[in-house]
């Protein structure tokens, strides 16, 4: 029975790893999004005049993410395939417990599945870790309207 209360609990934190992975950038875009509206609407009730250049200078201030130098996007990138291999770790530690409790031979060929797509994923997140480190200190891959001193 602990075993099976160990899957549940594993398998569970890996499908919130999973959610949280996919539902945050979500969350947070639908929140920059309401914001922008908000300040278009205030603009109007106001009776300032919306023209291209504030909305502009507006969505420029809600998307900073766009603006991202190419390095910090490494960063990104590598914080979320990194969560990823751990999610799959988790997933591929709680086959393994299962293991303990039954012991077929289909068990240990998915928790050797799920551990090496955590191996990868992990990598992955590594190779982008590395290229952070590389071009953190590049001025020649910031975004646009950053120049060499964003």
Partial sequence: MEGALTGCVVG???????????LVPMWLRRREDARFQKAIQ???ETGQAVTP???????QGAWA????????????????FVAAAMGTAILAYGLSVGILVEGEISDYINTA??????????LIGLVH???WLFRRRTPADRGPGQGAAG
């Fill in 42 to 44: 205030g603009a109007y």
């Fill in 53 to 59: 250049g504030f909305v502009e200078a507006l969505a």
């Fill in 113 to 122: 599945l799920a551990a090496g797509a955590s191996g990868i994923l992990a």
């Fill in 12 to 22: 569970a934190a890996f499908w919130l790893c999973i959610g949280a992975i996919v």
């Fill in 65 to 80: 993410g766009a603006s991202l130098s190419v390095a910090e996007q490494d960063l990104r990138r590598a914080v979320l």
């Fill in 129 to 131: 870790f590395a290229f």
